[in-house]
T-cell receptor, first 114, second 113 residues
Framework: EAQVTQNPRYLITVTGKKLTVTCSQN?????MSWYRQDPGLGLRQIYY???????DKGDVPEGYKVSRKEKRNFPLILESPSPNQTSLYFC?????????????FGNGTRLTVT | GNSVTQMEGPVTLSEEAFLTINCTYT??????LFWYVQYPGEGLQLLLK?????DKGSNKGFEATYRKETTSFHLEKGSVQVSDSAVYFC????????????FGKGTTLSVSS
C-alpha cells in the first residue's frame, strides 16, 4: 500500500530534550515536506526537500532541522524543543516532474513539550 | 503575499442540509486551487482541485468553481452526510516542483443525524 508513515503518533517530552520524528514514504517520491498544524493557524510549512541531499526552509523553520540522506526518509529533528513547538506535525510527499500531482500526507505526530 | 482566507467554523448542519464553505485567496499570478479534507485522527486528503479560471473541481458530491473575478473557490455540497464531518482546508499552489501549498486555517464541519 502506498503510504507516508510517521512515527511516533504521539510524543510527550520536556524542554531541551532532543527528539526526532521519522517520516518514510514507499512511493519513490522526490519531494517531501514537513508541516505543523496549529489551531487557528492552519498548516504551515517547516522544511521541504526536492530530492536526496537537497533541503530548504519553509515558512517556519526556526528550531527545526531536517536531513535527506535517502529518498524514502525525511526525519524532522528538534535539537532543543520548547513549549511553543507543541503542535501536530505532518509529513507529506509527492513526485516531481511534468504534470501536477497531489501531496500524500502521513497521519500526523502530536507533540507535546512541557 | 499569497494567502487563503476561509470562513471560520465550526459549521454545524443536519444531515441532508446544503453546505457552503467560503474560501477567498490573494495571490500574485494564477495559482491552482485545492480543497483538502482531514478526517479525525488522519492526515489530509485531496478532495478536489481546479487549475485555471472557471474550472470546476468535483468529488464525492462536493464541488468548487475557480472564480478569478472574485478570487474565490467556495466549497459546496447539496446534501451532507454524517460521514462528511471533518475539517476542510482550502489551499493554493503555483506551478513548479518546489512550491509549497499555502493553506487556509481550516473549517470544521459537524453533521448530525
Amino acid at each position: 500500500e502506498a503510504q507516508v508513515t510517521q512515527n511516533p503518533r504521539y510524543l510527550i517530552t520536556v524542554t531541551g530534550k532532543k527528539l526526532t520524528v521519522t517520516c518514510s514514504q514507499n512511493m519513490n517520491h522526490e519531494y517531501m515536506s514537513w508541516y505543523r498544524q496549529d489551531p487557528g493557524l492552519g498548516l504551515r510549512q517547516i522544511y521541504y526537500s526536492m530530492n536526496v541531499e537537497v533541503t530548504d526552509k519553509g515558512d517556519v523553520p526556526e528550531g527545526y532541522k531536517v536531513s535527506r540522506k535517502e529518498k524514502r526518509n525525511f526525519p524532522l529533528i528538534l535539537e532543543s524543543p520548547s513549549p511553543n513547538q507543541t503542535s501536530l506535525y505532518f509529513c507529506a510527499s509527492r513526485p516531481t516532474g511534468s504534470g501536477w500531482t497531489p501531496l500524500h500526507f502521513g497521519n500526523g505526530t502530536r507533540l507535546t513539550v512541557t | 503575499g499569497n494567502s487563503v482566507t476561509q470562513m471560520e467554523g465550526p459549521v454545524t448542519l443536519s444531515e441532508e442540509a446544503f453546505l457552503t464553505i467560503n474560501c477567498t485567496y490573494t495571490a500574485t499570478g494564477y495559482p491552482s486551487l485545492f480543497w483538502y479534507v482531514q478526517y479525525p485522527g488522519e492526515g489530509l486528503q485531496l478532495l478536489l482541485k481546479a487549475t485555471k479560471a472557471d474550472d470546476k473541481g468535483s468529488n464525492k458530491g462536493f464541488e468548487a468553481t475557480y472564480r478569478k473575478e472574485t478570487t474565490s473557490f467556495h466549497l459546496e455540497k447539496g446534501s451532507v452526510q454524517v460521514s462528511d464531518s471533518a475539517v476542510y482546508f482550502c489551499a493554493l499552489s503555483f506551478p513548479g516542483a518546489g512550491t509549497a501549498l499555502i493553506f487556509g486555517k481550516g473549517t470544521t464541519l459537524s453533521v448530525s443525524s
